[in-house]
């Protein structure tokens, strides 16, 4: 198999999963995907053209000490804000999964308020950043991170969780991905479950759209030069969320309209 310019194949965080600090972890082959998609890691390939961001989460993981900076410029200091008002739907015992952890702001959170949760990236080197965040808060008896990506998700058990969470993660996938994902979660979570996502999003008003590249291009060049770290704003996430097959329980936006926090539930079946 052909490997990139980091000596690694392009499956390999798509068949890897790791239990960080355990040791190597089960190995899984690629699950059977409809023949027009296959995923790699974040990535999936469509009537031939490749999607992928493979290659901005191996940019990332050149600078993963950095990530939380850059995304605070890229977000103009709300994630922080909005990052603590998801945390207070978590409550002590809730069984949480953190999709695309990164370097563990909401999984760390959910740990403090005594949920037990796992952390999922496949970022390894965000991770241990996590791991050690754990340990210095000594919440280790409440969260376990494991290097494992979205495609992996069918792994996991229907009806598991109580919260399933995202920061900054689906501006990170493509829309395909998403629509994927969002099914994924409505399957591992209890009923009347609850999705929680805070995201870069595109505003729909052509006047905040302009605002929003006004400020959000210069802001992506300097994240860059400093962090090596982007996104790319989610479109219609409340409708793709719906047709999912969830409830939307409130919907928070900027001024701007270019980052929401959303609050979803799975309906009671």
Not at 32 to 55: E, L
Not at 178 to 206: C, H, N, Q, S
Not at 218 to 238: G, R, S
Request: charged residues 25%; proline residues 4%.
């Amino acid at each position: 198999m052909a490997q990139d310019l980091w000596g690694e194949s392009p499956h390999a965080g798509f068949s890897r999963s790791l239990r960080l600090g355990k040791g190597q972890g089960r190995r899984r082959e690629a699950p059977p995907y409809p023949n027009y998609v296959d995923f790699r890691a974040f990535g999936i390939i469509r009537r031939g053209y490749k999607i992928s961001t493979y290659i901005l989460m191996k940019v990332l993981e050149s600078a993963p000490s950095r990530y939380d900076a850059g995304i605070r410029i890229l977000t103009l200091g709300k994630l922080e804000k909005a990052y603590d008002r998801l945390a207070c739907y978590i409550k002590d015992g809730q069984k949480v999964l953190d999709i695309g952890c990164g370097t563990g702001a909401l999984s760390l959170r959910a740990a403090q308020k005594g949920a037990n949760v796992k952390g999922i990236d496949i970022n390894l080197r965000m991770l241990k950043i996590a791991q050690k965040r754990a340990d210095e808060m000594n919440v280790t008896q409440n969260v376990e991170f494991f290097e494992m990506g979205v495609a992996e998700l069918d792994g996991e058990k229907s009806g598991n969780y109580d919260i399933v969470m995202s920061g900054i993660c689906f501006s990170e996938l493509t829309e395909y991905e998403i629509v994927y994902t969002l099914k994924e979660i409505k399957r591992i979570l209890k009923p009347r479950g609850i999705l929680l996502i805070a995201d870069e999003v595109g505003p729909k008003r052509l006047s905040k759209k302009i605002s929003h590249w006004l400020i959000r291009f210069p802001l992506i060049i300097i994240t860059y030069i400093f962090t090596q770290t982007t996104t790319k704003a989610v479109e219609n996430l409340p409708e793709m969320t719906e047709r999912a097959g969830f409830l939307i329980e409130s919907v928070r936006l900027n001024k701007i309209g270019n980052f929401m926090e959303l609050v979803g539930k799975k309906p009671q079946e």
